[in-house]
């Protein structure tokens, strides 16, 4: 079960998409940064005596640099010996080497450009470590130490401190004041300063890329076969909410020269699950949510009367005038603060948009923007995979279905058929005989002759359709005419028009709906007439299906579309007239017989064009 968080936090963006790091990873990162401090301070020590011109010969420098390496060797030891490096001893490692630098540089009497490799150390440790800000933070209070100690120097705390250790015999500490002039250190802070943003801005990107294939990623394994196609979509959605920080989301989308739109709809909820719920089709839903428009991303903000739009092409390019102020149907269904639209295409198949409603965006919103669509580019083909298994593992099932029924009707249909004749023949000899046992063999024969009916009607329906609109006519009256050889039910099929133009769904929803309804006359009605009858109008086409039989238990006249009647008809053939969006009315004459109406609108594909 997929929970969302029960308070939406805005986030940054750049936040938002902290690359994750194990506690091992942790570990590695530290052990390495402690060896390359050891090896510095190493390094360090040997520069300083090849070339001793760099340090001035002070007691106190050496001690220091020596001090540096034994805290860099105890760190690794602790490292090796503690089981999980903790913040607080990474923050307490962190300080300890901001302040080295700035000890040791005080005894440098040159420009100190080697010692100055401990600082470019600080801020790389810290780029490695986190990210731009603390990076730069860290270059500040670098910089901040070196002016309190050319303060210090500058206001005779130094030489007070010389008195105390001379005093105590030990050797001046022999700071090289020189370094701390303004112009010295203004330069110097400068550097620090720039190297802290440089660093820290090429460690955020790398880690910014990491955290964005994480997060594509973890996104790409909701894609999964097993969970379907809508709980596929459902996944997906749920992590876009939770990642930012949306109040709800929806998706709108259209499969190719096809009429409807398929709108989910999934809500922040406090404490179930979250659910991809499928709103009812309309009419108007392709100009509501499949408007046309130059943007691939949109982030619409209302204020004040008007509509803050930020959009991008498909390129990533923003666009200066944009469409997706066209959105008033929508706001007015889902009303919101904040909206963001990215639009997705599914193979050559499907396309359509998401909509996130009330989502936190950072600063950089063009970037919050770019991400969502790179992420929709990145699961489509996923997705559409999803789909295309399921359709494949559709067609094979349906294949098997089809190779179950061959073998049942040169099986078991042939067995049986064969089973009712011997019967027949013994029957007939027996009433020639005038045998007690002629009824009892009459009624098993009429048994297995149902049971063949039955297991015809069942391969019937395990068969795949392929109707369209060519072959709609001829397969209706083939339906009829094997129906009639086999029940011996008088059923005509009559149709008004010669050819009919209708998308090949709705002309196999519709050749089930013939098959349906001419079981039920055979199971309920006890008619022994009937007629199926096609008809073409302006605006629909017309199926109608009769009979003179005991008709349903209620009089008069019920409709699909009538909420005070449900239950009255048919349910599969109910179902599948939904499927169509059609139109079903039911007139029903006790002990007279019934009749079905299905009208399917022409107009749907001339509206959306398809």
Request: with cysteine; aromatic share 8%.
């Amino acid at each position: 079960m997929i929970r969302l968080p029960l308070q939406p936090t805005k986030y940054r963006f750049f936040a938002r998409l902290r690359a994750p790091v194990t506690p091992g990873e942790v570990r590695r990162i530290e052990r390495w940064l402690a060896s390359a401090r050891v090896f510095l301070a190493i390094s360090a020590l040997v520069a300083l005596w090849m070339d001793p011109s760099e340090l001035s010969n002070s007691y106190w420098a050496y001690w220091i640099l020596g001090l540096y390496i034994v805290h860099g060797v105890t760190v690794m030891l602790l490292l090796r010996f503690r089981k999980e490096s903790t913040s607080s001893f990474r923050l307490l490692v962190h300080a300890a080497d901001i302040v080295w630098p700035a000890l040791v540089v005080l005894f440098a009497t040159g420009q100190g450009a080697p010692l100055l490799l401990f600082f470019v150390f600080v801020l790389a440790a810290s780029a490695y470590r986190w990210g731009l800000w603390e990076t730069f933070g860290t270059s500040v209070c670098s910089v901040l130490l070196l002016w309190m100690e050319s303060f210090a120097i500058n206001h005779g705390v130094v030489s007070a401190v010389d008195k105390v250790v001379t005093r105590y015999g030990f050797p001046p500490l022999d700071v090289q004041s020189s370094q701390f002039q303004p112009k010295h250190l203004f330069m110097l802070s400068a550097y620090l300063l720039v190297m802290g943003l440089l660093l820290g801005y090429l460690a955020e990107q790398q880690k910014r890329l990491r955290a964005e294939r994480a997060i594509i990623n973890r996104v790409l394994g909701r894609a999964r076969v097993e969970a379907g196609l809508t709980g596929t979509l459902r996944e997906i959605l749920v992590e876009l909410i939770s990642m930012y920080g949306a109040r709800g989301a929806l998706i709108a989308s259209q499969e190719k020269n096809k009429y409807r739109v398929f709108v989910g709809d999934v809500q922040r909820v406090d404490s179930a699950p979250a659910q991809l719920r499928w709103l009812e089709s309309l009419p108007s839903d392709r100009e509501t949510y499949l408007y046309e428009s130059d943007a691939d991303v949109s982030l619409l903000i209302p204020k004040n009367g008007n509509t803050r739009v930020l959009s991008l092409d498909r390129e990533g390019t923003r666009l200066r005038i944009s469409s997706d102020l066209s959105l008033s149907a929508f706001s007015k269904l889902h009303p919101f603060h904040s909206l963001m639209v990215v639009r997705f295409q599914f193979g050559t198949e499907w396309r359509g948009r998401i909509f996130l409603l009330d989502p936190g965006v950072g600063m950089d919103r063009e970037e919050d923007l770019r991400f969502l669509q790179e992420l929709v580019r990145q699961v489509g083909p996923a997705v559409y995979n999803v789909y295309l298994l399921r359709r494949l593992r559709q067609r094979a099932g349906a294949l098997e279905r089809t190779r179950v029924a061959r073998e049942l009707h040169d099986g078991a249909v042939q067995s049986l058929i064969a089973m009712e004749m011997q019967v027949d023949v013994v029957r007939r000899q027996s009433e020639a005989q005038s045998s007690p046992v002629s009824s009892e063999l009459g009624r098993i024969q009429g048994l297995l002759r149902e049971e063949v009916l039955k297991l015809r009607e069942l391969m019937q329906q395990m068969k795949s359709l392929e109707v369209d609109s060519d072959n709609f006519i001829r397969f209706l009256a083939d339906n009829v005419e094997r129906f009639q050889r086999e029940t011996g039910i008088t059923v005509r099929f009559v149709s008004q028009v010669e050819q009919v133009h209708m998308p090949p769904r709705v002309c196999r929803e519709l050749s089930r709906i013939v098959q349906e309804g001419l079981v039920n006359i055979r199971k309920h009605s006890d008619a022994k007439e009937g007629l199926v009858r096609l008809l073409d109008s302006e605006t629909h086409w017309i199926v109608t299906i009769e009979d003179n039989g005991r008709g349903f238990p209620f009089s008069g006249k019920w409709s699909l579309a009538d909420p005070r009647g449900p239950g009255k008809g048919p349910t599969v053939i109910l179902e599948r007239v939904r499927l169509i969006e059609g139109e079903l009315t039911i007139e029903s004459t006790p002990g007279r017989g019934a009749r079905l109406e299905i009208r399917v609108p022409k107009n749907r594909e001339a509206e959306y064009g398809q």
